[in-house]
């Protein structure tokens, strides 16, 4: 019986074209350092039943061979020597990996993939900074804020007090951010037009020195939409609503306009048109006529209640409105569209999360959310989505591609992940609509989102990958294919993360034709 302990050739092919490239060197070495470098190696892969000695004293053998041409002969280790401990390896190893698998191909490949990662990793911070690493200097920022509007800590950390606190007029914002006079001239301008409001908490996270703070973009109107105001396309209610505060793209999912009001007004507002030029209270009837729509369309199961801002709505309204489809019976689940967790986060109170858990317990509920940078997740917010996430199905964001605002890689990366580890799915990435020319100036090209949206795949969670949409009349997807053509029954792929074509070999038509096939063979 041959000692199958050193039967090299029980190796894989992995090891076996790995020793034959090591022994591939000199096997004479006067170095006495680096001997007694790999004696210890060599000792503690024999002493201990662990993998990783093994591939530590591997690993270095490789490096030798690779940078000074020395064979494993050269410290006096035979081709049975290593035999035997690659064997260990293999035994030790749960799954049997094989040293020349380690160390030849895993290992490389990580590496590789960690490069990929590197310089994300070393500029991320830098380039797009979340709320909870600017957090001391946003609570700087709202002690000045508190001051200037004069505002209590109480009304501060209620929802009310900052709804009544809420920043609409220049005069106010230039009070508590540091604007050039000739910016607050364009903005008092622009405001005759466009409604501006921030909650002061909103506001206490831009950054003023930073110049197109991406918070200050996204709440603050600027001149482009006086001038990008060319012909008006019409929105999209006037020709998707086929009831009183309903938009209906699809069969099954239909939207309630429930409100107009946000607690914040964006500049980049898909509903801009609808939002209006004031806030309105909608009444009993008309949220009536909505919910008689949906009872008379038992096709209808998925109830999208957006606004404005859902969460705007008192509980008491919220609370009616999820009973009302509660007690449908087409009706399966429903959706919250909500800011309300970036833009006022104190409004995320236990009645609102009694609510949300009672319906949720009759039908899922999700909260669906918009948030367009990390800047805009601070520890205030992160803590109002993992109190939400905690009474629903599911809390989703749906983010809009903008211009200075999200469109690099870095800054999609650090948004994606920052949400994903406080509780929030990324689901739509939106390219910036054409139906408002007001917002024309914050559009990407459709290819930009592309890259960037590809360069996701493999490099961070696949469940923090969103969905890149274009809206024209319903959501159409954006991605990128990744097929690049067909061969001799293979499909040609492409690795988005770094562009490898690969074959996958495809199903055979024929055997998948057959219908008489397991239980059913004749
Ligand atoms: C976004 C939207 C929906 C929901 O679309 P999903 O792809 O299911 O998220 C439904 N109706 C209208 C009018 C919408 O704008
Ligand atoms: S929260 Fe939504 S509806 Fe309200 S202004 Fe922003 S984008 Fe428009």
């Known amino acids: 019986m041959p000692d199958i302990s050193t039967n090299p050739d029980s190796l894989d092919i992995f090891t076996k074209d790995f020793f034959d490239t090591l022994f591939k060197g000199n096997d004479t070495c006067d170095n006495t350092d680096l001997k007694s470098q790999i004696d210890a190696l060599k000792q503690a892969a024999l002493d201990q039943e662990l993998t990783t000695p093994i591939i530590a004293l591997f690993s270095k053998l490789k490096t030798l061979q690779e940078t000074k041409k020395l ?31 380690r160390v030849c191909k895993a290992l490389p490949i990580v590496k590789e ?8 990793l070393s500029v991320k911070t830098e380039q797009a900074p979340s709320g909870f690493e600017l957090w001391d200097t946003i609570l700087e920022t709202q002690d000045k804020i508190k001051s200037y509007l004069k505002m209590t800590d109480q009304d501060w950390n209620s ?18 951010i540091d ?9 008092a301008h622009v405001t005759q037009n466009y409604r501006m409001r921030l909650t002061p908490y909103y506001a206490s996270l831009i950054q003023a020195a930073a110049a197109n703070d991406p918070v200050l973009l996204q709440s603050v109107p600027t001149g482009e939409m006086v001038d990008n105001v060319g012909i008006e396309i019409p929105p999209v209610a006037a020709d998707h609503s086929p009831a009183r505060l309903i938009d209906q793209f699809y069969p099954r999912v239909v939207t309630i306009k429930a409100t107009n009001m946000c607690a914040m007004y964006c500049t980049h507002c898909l509903r801009l048109a609808h939002i209006g030029k004031k806030d309105r209270i909608y009444t009993e009837q008309a949220y009536e006529e909505a919910l008689d729509y949906i009872r008379e369309n038992d096709r209808i199961r998925d109830i999208l209640i957006t606004g404005g801002d859902a969460f705007v709505l008192p509980n008491k309204i919220l609370k009616k409105i999820l009973t009302a489809l509660d007690e449908i ?3 399966k689940m429903k959706r919250l569209g909500t800011r309300i967790p970036v833009t006022a986060p104190q409004r ?16 899922p509920v999700r909260v669906v959310t918009q948030i367009n940078t990390a800047q805009e997740m601070t520890p205030l917010s992160g803590d109002a989505f993992k109190r939400i996430s905690k009474n629903v199905f ?18 999609m990366w650090k948004l994606c992940e920052t949400i994903q580890e406080n509780y929030v799915r990324p689901y739509y990435l939106f390219n910036c609509s054409y139906r408002n020319p007001q917002f024309t100036h914050f559009r990407v090209p459709v290819e930009k989102g592309r890259d960037i949206i590809e360069s996701m795949y493999g490099n961070i969670s696949g469940d923090a990958i969103p969905r890149y949409i274009a809206t024209a009349g319903g959501k159409i997807p954006l ?18 993360w770094n562009g490898e074509v690969v074959h996958y070999p495809d199903a055979d038509q024929d055997i998948y034709a057959n219908e008489k096939f397991a239980f059913m063979k004749p």
């Open 479 to 496: 991605h990128r294919s990744n097929v690049e053509g067909a061969a001799n029954g293979d499909i040609i792929l492409k690795k988005p």
């Open 71 to 101: 064979s494993p002969e050269a410290f006096g280790l035979s081709a049975s020597d290593l035999t035997a401990l690659a064997l260990k390896h293999e035994t030790i190893d749960e799954h049997n990996v094989s040293v020349g698998g």
């Open 159 to 176: 929802y009310s007090g900052q709804i009544s606190h809420c920043i609409d007029t220049v005069e106010d914002l230039s009070k508590v």
């Open 394 to 411: 599911a809390v989703l964001n749906q983010a809009v591609l903008l211009k200075g605002i999200n469109d690099t890689k870095v800054k």
């Open 179 to 187: 604007l050039p006079e000739k910016v607050i001239q364009e903005v």
């Open 113 to 120: 993939a960690i490069s990929r990662v590197d310089e994300y």
């Open 348 to 363: 995320v109170d236990n009645e609102l999360l009694d609510i949300l858990a009672q319906s949720n317990d009759r039908k």
């Open 329 to 331: 019976d087409h009706v």
